[in-house]
C-alpha cells in the first residue's frame, strides 16, 4: 500500500519543504506548522485538469470561511481569531486558482489556507502576483504551473498576533513578516523554469520584478529545499525579458 502523500499528490513530485502535518485535499497540499497555527507552506497546481471542463465556465468565489478539522483544535485558527483584528484572511493558494469546481474552491477556504494580512498587501500587491501567475499559465508553451507560498517570520523581530489565549481552546494567531512565492513552470518540452518572490507583509508601492529573491535565499528562509526533486541542472532561475517580470 502506498502511503507516502510525495507519490499520491500530483502537486508534490517536484518536492515540498518539511512540515509538522501534511493535509492532502483533493486539489492541492498544506503543510501545516503547530507551532505557527498556519500554514508552514501551501503547494499547489494552478487549475490542474483544466482540459477536462474547459467547455465550463468558471465557478463563483463561495467564501464559506471555516476552520480544518483535520487538526488538532488546540493547533488551529477559529474564525474568532480574526474577528476585529483589522486583518485579512489572506489565502495562501488563491480561491481564483481553484475555480472549475465547487469543491475545488470550498477547499481554499480552510483557515489552514490562510495567513493574517495586512489589508493592503493582500488586496494590492499580493493580489496582482496571484494574477500575474495566473497569466503566465495561460501562456500556450506552458503544461502546469507549481506554486508553493510560505508565510515567513524573520528570527530577531517581533511576532504580533491576533486572537486570544482561551482556556476554551481559542487560541492566538502569529502575524507573519513576509510570504514567499516560489513558481515553478513546465512546458510543453518538459523545459521548468523558476520565479521566487519574498514581499513584506505591509502596503507596497513598488514593482513586483523588485521582489524577486534567489530560490536558495530563500529556502534557507523558510528552512528547506523547494523544489528538491528536480536536478540542479534541469532547474532553470529565469529572467524576464526586458521590461517584463516573466
Not at 501545516?32 to 494552478?46: D, G, M, P, V
Not at 470561511?65 to 483589522?86: C, N, W
Request: proline share 4%.
Amino acid at each position: 500500500m502506498i502511503d507516502d502523500p510525495f507519490q499520491m499528490q500530483r502537486e508534490l513530485r517536484y518536492g515540498a519543504p518539511v512540515c509538522d502535518q501534511i493535509l492532502t485535499g483533493r486539489h492541492f497540499t498544506i503543510g501545516y506548522s503547530w507551532y505557527f497555527r498556519q500554514a508552514k507552506w501551501t503547494l499547489e497546481i494552478i487549475n490542474r485538469d483544466r482540459e477536462l471542463v474547459d467547455d465550463l465556465d468558471a465557478v463563483e468565489r463561495l467564501d464559506n470561511f471555516r476552520a480544518d478539522t483535520r487538526i488538532p483544535k488546540r493547533f488551529r485558527a477559529g474564525l474568532k481569531a480574526y474577528k476585529g483584528s483589522g486583518y485579512d484572511r489572506g489565502h495562501l493558494v488563491a480561491s481564483a486558482n481553484q475555480d472549475l469546481q465547487n469543491i475545488q474552491n470550498s477547499e481554499t477556504f480552510l483557515l489552514s489556507n490562510m495567513s493574517p494580512q495586512h489589508p493592503q498587501f493582500n488586496r494590492g500587491i499580493w493580489s496582482e502576483l496571484e494574477h500575474e501567475i495566473r497569466e503566465l499559465d495561460k501562456r500556450p508553451s506552458t503544461l502546469e504551473t507549481y506554486v508553493l507560498t510560505c508565510p515567513v517570520f524573520y528570527f530577531g523581530e517581533k511576532v504580533e498576533r491576533i486572537g486570544k489565549e482561551q482556556e476554551d481552546f481559542g487560541i492566538s494567531v502569529p502575524i507573519p513578516h513576509a510570504f514567499i512565492k516560489s513558481v515553478l513552470v513546465e512546458n510543453k518540452r518538459g523545459r521548468h523554469r523558476l520565479w521566487t518572490f519574498e514581499i513584506p507583509n505591509a502596503p507596497q508601492t513598488a514593482s513586483l520584478d523588485t521582489f524577486l529573491v534567489k530560490t536558495y535565499d530563500a529556502e534557507q528562509i523558510v528552512g528547506g529545499r523547494f523544489w528538491d526533486r528536480i536536478s540542479g541542472g534541469d532547474l532553470h532561475t529565469a529572467k524576464g525579458r526586458r521590461g517584463t517580470m516573466w
